[in-house]
Each structure stands twice: as structure tokens, then as C-alpha cells.
Nanobody, 110 residues
Framework: VQLVESGGALVQPGGSLRLSCTTS?????????MAWVRQVPTKGPEWLSE??????TYADSVKGRFTISRDDARNTLHLQMNNLKPEDTAVYYC?????WGQGTQVTVSS
């Protein structure tokens, strides 16, 4: 099973990014809740958001700025990030069924 994140970049404060996570064909994507977490080197992982059959949930730190979505037909998870702040700088990971991707770097800086 492989999860591959993409879309990370350097962006100015107030900017937007859309992260994507694609999964390998041997992962029954539609069967699982999926989530995004992020991590900076000096801290443990921070859970950001989850999407499942019941809906979506968000950490307070990103609520109202980030939107999680999924395309089950394309085995793809997205994270739309708006109004980015320097403190959003981190490596962002998608995860599902205990599997993690390799991460994508998001840097918010002027």
C-alpha cells in the first residue's frame, strides 16, 4: 500500500495551497476514514482533519481555513488550505487504515 502526498510549496502568509494524496490500487480507499496530520521537527504529529462516512472534523487550529475532501472514484484525498499562516509550516501527511504517506513540505513565509 502506498499513499503519496503532493502539492506542498513555499507560499506567502495569507496564501492558499491544495494538497492531494493518492493511494495505490491495492488500498480500498472508499472503505476507510482518511485524515491529515502535520509535523514540525521539534514537535510530535498534530492531527488536523478527518473525513469519514459521518462527515468531517477539524482541529481548532485549522477550522474555518482548511477543508478536507475526498474523491473515492480517484482514490484521492485533498486538503484545501486557505489564509495560511507561518505557524502552518510543517510536513503534511495523509493517513488511512494505519498507513502514512511520505509527506509533503509546506512552508509559509514572506
Amino acid at each position: 500500500v502506498q499513499l503519496v502526498e503532493s502539492g506542498g510549496a513555499l507560499v506567502q502568509p495569507g496564501g492558499s495551497l491544495r494538497l492531494s494524496c493518492t493511494t495505490s490500487s491495492n488500498f480500498t480507499f472508499g472503505n476507510y476514514a482518511m485524515a491529515w496530520v502535520r509535523q514540525v521537527p521539534t514537535k510530535g504529529p498534530e492531527w488536523l482533519s478527518e473525513i469519514n462516512r459521518d462527515g468531517t472534523t477539524y482541529a481548532d487550529s485549522v477550522k474555518g481555513r482548511f477543508t478536507i475532501s475526498r474523491d473515492d472514484a480517484r482514490n484521492t484525498l485533498h486538503l484545501q488550505m486557505n489564509n495560511l499562516k507561518p505557524e502552518d509550516t510543517a510536513v503534511y501527511y495523509c493517513l488511512g487504515a494505519g498507513y502514512w504517506g511520505q509527506g509533503t513540505q509546506v512552508t509559509v513565509s514572506s
